[in-house]
């Protein structure tokens, strides 16, 4: 069992910069993939970003590349989102995931998450 708690959202100025984190409970974070998620008002969930056990290997939605930066620290059982250039279209509640996988896996849709965080909401003002 993995229990996930996120921090770190709030409201920012467009062009500003905040940093999500995702803290985990448990001895197994070293055999999780980790991924952030985010569900804007009236739409569906979507993938943000994807990161392996070790953090080796990442994966960026389309509208966040170079922008957004997946990290974790293992000794921490943490993993973080440092979000910057934000734009108003980033609003939304960001959910972080785990799933159990293969070292050097990354899962860049929903179904390979088995647990899921209580989300921290990020609004962006224009």
């Known amino acids: 069992q993995v229990q996930l708690v996120e921090s770190g959202g709030g409201l920012v100025q467009a062009g500003g910069s905040l940093r999500l984190s995702c803290a985990a409970s448990?001895?197994?974070?070293?055999?999780?993939?980790m991924g952030w998620f985010r569900q804007a008002p009236g739409k569906e969930r979507e993938f943000v970003a994807a990161?392996?056990?070790?953090?080796?290997?990442?994966r960026y939605a389309d509208s966040v590349r170079g922008r957004f930066t997946i990290s974790r620290d293992n000794a921490k059982n943490t993993v973080y989102l440092q979000m910057n250039s934000l734009k108003p279209e980033d609003t939304a509640v960001y959910y972080c995931a785990a799933g159990f996988a293969s070292t050097l896996v990354v899962y860049t849709t929903d179904k390979g998450y088995s647990y899921w965080g209580q989300g921290t909401q990020v609004t962006v003002s224009s």
């Open positions: 448990g001895r197994t974070f070293s055999s999780v993939a």
């Open positions: 990161i392996s056990r070790s953090g080796s290997i990442t």
